[in-house]
Structures are given as C-alpha cells and as structure tokens.
C-alpha cells in the first residue's frame, strides 16, 4: 500500500505561480509513477499531468502544456507540479495519484490517491 499526501496549494491571483509537492511512503518502488489530476467544481476530476518511469519522459493535458512542469525527486520520494502562468480556470482540488502503468492519462489506472490540495486563482 502507498500513501500519498500532497501539499503546497493555496490562493493566488491570476499570473501567479505555485508548487505542488506530493510524498510517497510504503510500497513504493522505481517502477511506481505519480501523476496529477485535479477537479474543478462542478466538473469531473481530469487528468494534469504524469511520467513515463521508464525513461522520464512527461505527458501533460493540452490545458497545461507549457504552464505546468512534472519534476520529481526519486532519493525523496517527491513529486512536485509546478504550476506558472496560473488562471482562474486551473482553479479546483488537485490530487497526486500513483500507479505502475506507464504514462497512464486514466484515473482507473491509479491504484493509490492523496487527499488533495486546493488551489484557487483570483483574477
């Protein structure tokens, strides 16, 4: 079993950046990939942005492309989203998720979930 537990949202106003953390604890190995979706109010949660662990490679939702960056850590176990350029639409909760499928964009895919961290952007 992983826990994930995400930290660093907040209010912002538009233009704004922030950074995301999320930490992996328990079973966690080389081969588990975290990744980011996030749900806005009213809407259903989307995919944001994820790794390839086999090669690093990144993947992000058209929404986000070339605002967000995916980074990571391995010696801590951390991911971080950082989020540039925000606007009032990347408003809503934003989740780190964990699974062993590569480069995966589906929720059902993900088999560990953090609590969520909100992130809201003032314009």
């Known amino acids: 079993q992983v826990q994930l537990i995400e930290s660093g949202g907040g209010l912002v106003q538009a233009g704004d950046s922030l950074r995301l953390s999320c930490v992996a604890s328990?079973?966690?190995?080389?081969?588990?990939?975290m990744g980011w979706f996030r749900q806005a109010p009213g809407k259903e949660r989307e995919f944001v942005a994820t790794f390839a662990w086999t090669d690093d490679s990144t993947y992000y939702a058209d929404s986000v492309q070339g605002r967000f960056t995916i980074s990571r850590d391995t010696a801590k176990n951390t991911v971080y989203l950082q989020m540039n350029s925000l606007k009032p639409e990347d408003t809503a909760v934003y989740y780190c998720a964990g699974t062993r499928v590569v480069a995966s964009r589906k929720q059902y895919e993900y088999d560990s979930w953090g609590q969520g961290t909100q992130v809201t952007v003032s314009s």
């Open positions: 328990g079973r966690t190995t080389s081969r588990y990939t």
